[in-house]
C-alpha cells in the first residue's frame, strides 16, 4: 500500500497552499474520493509486478483520473521511437502499438519534464493523425525515470473532454509514475538476466569445448553437446554417468587422474592434463585435454576438455614415422652409400677418396661410367656427405623422359602452357630446391632442354613452361653418363658450354674388370643382401662358384653380379651358394677388337638371347640389365644389334 504522505515536498506544499474554494463538507468528500482512488490502485497493483502490473495500473489511473485512455510506453530500439507495454482504453486492455515521437506530445514527456495539456491537444499537434482521430482534447503525461536517472519511458493518460488541473490526481498520478518506474527497470533488469542466461546457456551448450558438471565423486550433473558427443553418451545418460568409469583402464592414466583428483580435493586447479577415455557408446579410444576446478563450496567442480584425439594420433603416426624413416634411412645409407661401395682395390678406394673432396663443396659433378657401375652410389655419396644431406636427393632419368615432356619434368609448367596442362606442376629442379639433383643419363637430354639447363647452371634461375616470371632455386647438379660426351660434343648433340658446366669434378668409376680383387668382396655382401630379401641365409658361396665369377669379365658390371647372385639364391637349396655355370661362363668371352663398345654389345646382345629377344616384362632383357626398356632400345640402336626371337621385327632396327 503506497501513503501519499510519501509524495514528494513541492507536491505536498502545493496540496497545503491550494485556495480553499470549497466548503469543510465538499473538501471532505474529495479528500475521501482521491484517497479511495489511491488505495483502489494500490490494491489492484500491489500483488502484480510485470505486464500484469502495468495493466492493473493503467486501469485503475485511467478510472482514479477519469480519462478514457491510460498507457506505459518505453523506448523501441530507440530514442525517438516507444512502443506501450500497457494499454487501457474504451474499458478494456487495447493491443500494444508503437509510434514515433516527433510531433507528439510525448516528445516533450521523453525529454524529462511532465507534460500536461488541459485543453486544444488536436489543434496543436496535428501531425499525430492518431490523436487527431480520436478526438483526444486532453494530455497528462510523466517520465518514468531510474534511480541513476535514465530516462526509461513514460506513463500518460489522455481523453477526448478537457482535463483541469487537479493537483491531488497529479500527486496520485506521479506517485504511480514512480511505481511504474520501479517496475519498469526491475523487468529490464530480469529481461538482461533472461537474455544473459540464455546467452551463456547457448554458449554453454553450443561451445566446442567439452563442459561437464559434476561432484567429488566424478558423478555428472550437468554435461554440454560437445561432451555428450566426444563421450558418446544419449542425453539421458549423462546426469549419474561416473567420469572415472570412462579413463582407460592403463597405469599411466590411473597415476595421472589420482593426481589430478588429489589436487581437486585439496581446492587447487588442474590444467592441461592429458587422458585417454573410453567412449561410451563403442569403447573407441578418445584423447582429452581436461581442466578441472572445484567450485567455492567445494561439493562440485567444474571440467572442462577437448578433444585432442586427432592429433594424438597424428602425433603418434609421426613418431612412426619418423622411427620408420629413420630406419629407411639407416637401411638407404647400409644399400645405397658408402657401404655398398665394397672394395678394397687401388682404383675404388682413390674413386672413394674423390668422392669424400668434393661431396662438402656446392661443385657440379660429371660421374662417367660403363651401365652397372653403380654411377647412382656414388651420387648419393655425395649427397649423404653434403651439407645438403638433409634436403632431397631428387633423380631423374633423362634417357627415359618422352622428348617433348622433358622440359615440362624439369622444370615444371602452367596450367594451359599446352594441351593436357590441365594443372600446374612443379618441376623437379623446383624440388631439389636447397638440395641435389641427379641427372642419370645425361647424354640423353634433347639439345632444346639443354638451353634451359645451361641457365639454371650458370644464373640458378629457370621458367616453367608457359611462365612469366623466373623462379631462382639453389640446386646442386650431379650427372651421371656412360656416353662419351666429348664425342657428342663433336657430333653437335650435347653442348659444348653445358658439358663444363657440368664436368666441374669429373669422377670415373671404374669397371668391375679393373677391380677383380673386389669381386670376392662384393659377391659375399650382395649373398647377403639378397639372401634378406628373398628370405633365404646363406653361410658362405662355394669355392668353384667364386673362381667362376673372378675369372668372368663381367661386361655388365657390379649390376650384371647382383643379377646373377640373386639367380643363383633363387636355385639354391642349402646354405651353401653354389653358381650354376651355365649362370657364368667358364672362360672369359672373346672380345671384337678389345673396345669398351664392343664388350658392351656383346653383353647386351648375349642377354637378348637369353630372353628371345624380349625387352619389356618381368623376363626382359631391360628387367636383366637393370636398364629402361626406352633406354636399351636407344644402345641397341646405337650399337647396331637387332633383337632376335619371336618379337622381333626382321630386317628392322629396334
Not at 107 to 115: A, S
Not at 624 to 646: A, E, F, Q, V, Y
Amino acid at each position: 500500500m503506497i501513503d501519499p504522505t510519501d509524495a514528494p515536498d513541492e507536491d505536498r506544499r502545493s496540496i497545503a497552499s491550494r485556495p480553499d474554494e470549497t466548503d469543510s463538507e465538499e473538501r471532505e468528500r474529495v479528500d475521501l474520493e482521491e484517497m479511495q482512488s489511491l488505495r483502489e490502485i494500490a490494491q489492484g497493483t500491489g500483488h502484480t509486478s510485470g505486464i500484469a502490473f502495468f495493466q492493473t495500473l493503467v486501469e485503475h489511473l485511467a478510472r482514479a483520473l477519469d480519462a478514457k485512455y491510460a498507457f506505459v510506453a518505453e523506448f523501441a530500439g530507440s530514442n525517438t521511437r516507444v512502443h506501450t507495454i500497457a494499454y487501457w482504453g474504451e474499458g478494456r486492455i487495447l493491443e500494444d502499438e508503437e509510434w514515433d515521437l516527433p510531433g507528439t506530445p510525448c516528445e516533450d514527456v521523453v525529454r524529462g519534464n511532465l507534460c500536461h495539456h488541459p485543453t486544444g491537444v488536436r489543434l496543436k499537434f496535428p501531425g499525430d493523425a492518431a490523436l487527431v482521430k480520436m478526438g483526444v482534447e486532453s494530455y497528462l503525461g510523466v517520465p518514468l525515470l531510474a534511480p541513476d536517472g535514465e530516462h526509461l519511458g513514460h506513463l500518460a493518460v489522455f481523453d477526448p473532454r478537457p482535463m483541469p488541473e487537479m493537483p491531488r490526481k497529479l500527486l496520485i498520478f506521479r506517485i504511480f509514475a514512480a511505481r511504474a518506474a520501479a517496475e519498469l527497470a526491475r523487468l529490464r533488469v530480469e529481461r538482461g538476466l533472461i537474455e544473459s542466461e540464455e546467452r551463456f546457456r547457448d554458449l554453454f551448450e553450443e561451445a566446442p569445448i567439452a563442459y561437464v558438471h559434476e561432484d567429488l565423486d566424478s558423478r555428472f550433473v550437468r554435461a554440454n553437446r560437445a561432451a555428450v558427443r566426444i563421450l558418446g553418451l544419449d542425453s539421458d545418460e549423462v546426469v549419474g554417468t561416473v567420469g572415472m568409469s570412462l579413463v582407460a583402464d592403463t597405469p599411466e592414466n590411473k597415476r595421472t587422474i589420482q593426481q589430478a583428483f588429489a589436487a581437486v580435493g585439496r581446492g587447487t586447479d588442474t590444467g592441461g592434463i592429458v587422458l585417454e577415455l573410453r567412449r561410451k557408446d563403442n569403447g573407441q579410444p578418445v584423447w582429452v585435454q581436461w581442466w578441472s576446478k572445484p567450485e567455492p563450496n567445494g561439493k562440485y567442480t567444474r571440467t572442462m576438455f577437448v578433444d585432442i584425439t586427432e592429433r594424438v594420433l597424428m602425433e603418434r603416426e609421426q613418431a612412426r614415422l619418423k622411427a620408420e624413416n629413420l630406419y629407411l634411412q639407416e637401411e638407404i645409407k647400409a644399400d645405397h652409400n658408402f657401404e655398398e661401395i665394397v672394395g678394397q682395390s687401388p682404383v675404388i678406394l682413390k674413386t672413394l677418396d674423390n668422392v669424400l673432396k668434393v661431396a662438402p663443396t656446392d661443385a657440379s659433378v660429371l660421374i662417367s661410367g660403363e651401365t652397372g657401375t653403380g654411377k647412382e652410389l656414388i651420387a648419393r655419396a655425395i649427397h649423404s656427405n653434403s651439407r645438403r644431406r638433409e634436403k632431397p636427393l631428387i633423380k631423374i632419368n633423362c634417357a627415359a623422359l618422352p622428348t617433348g615432356l622433358v622440359e615440362s619434368e624439369l622444370f615444371g609448367h602452367e596450367k594451359g602452357a599446352f594441351t593436357g596442362a590441365i594443372a600446374k606442376r612443379i618441376g623437379r629442379f623446383e624440388l631439389a630446391d636447397g638440395g641435389t639433383i641427379f641427372l642419370d643419363e645425361i647424354g640423353e637430354i634433347p639439345l632444346e632442354a639443354q638451353t634451359k639447363l645451361l641457365r639454371v647452371l650458370q644464373e640458378k634461375e629457370f621458367e616453367r613452361v608457359g611462365g612469366k616470371s623466373p623462379i631462382r632455386v639453389d640446386v646442386r647438379v650431379i650427372a651421371a653418363t656412360n656416353r662419351d660426351l666429348l664425342a657428342a660434343v663433336r657430333e653437335k648433340t650435347f653442348r659444348e658450354d653445358l658439358y663444363y658446366r657440368l664436368n666441374v669434378f669429373p669422377i670415373v668409376v671404374p669397371p668391375l674388370r679393373d677391380r677383380t680383387d673386389d669381386i670376392p668382396l662384393l659377391a659375399h655382401f650382395l649373398t647377403r643382401k639378397c639372401g634378406r630379401q628373398i628370405g633365404k641365409l646363406i653361410e658362405r658361396i662355394d669355392s668353384d662358384s667364386l673362381e667362376r665369377l673372378c675369372a668372368y669379365h663381367w661386361p655388365g658390371n657390379v649390376r650384371e653380379l647382383e643379377n646373377v647372385i640373386e639367380r643363383a639364391l633363387i636355385l639354391s637349396t642349402g646354405s651353401v651358394l653354389e653358381i650354376d655355370p651355365d649362370l657364368v661362363p667358364a672362360e672369359p668371352a672373346r672380345l671384337t677388337g678389345g673396345s669398351l663398345l664392343a664388350i658392351e654389345r656383346d653383353h647386351i646382345q648375349r642377354v637378348l638371347e637369353q630372353t628371345g629377344g624380349v625387352i619389356e616384362g618381368a623376363n626382359g632383357a631391360a628387367r636383366i640389365l637393370d636398364m629402361h626398356p626406352n633406354t636399351l632400345r636407344s644402345r641397341m640402336k646405337k650399337l647396331g644389334i637387332r633383337r632376335t626371337g619371336d618379337d622381333a621385327r626382321p630386317g628392322r632396327l629396334p
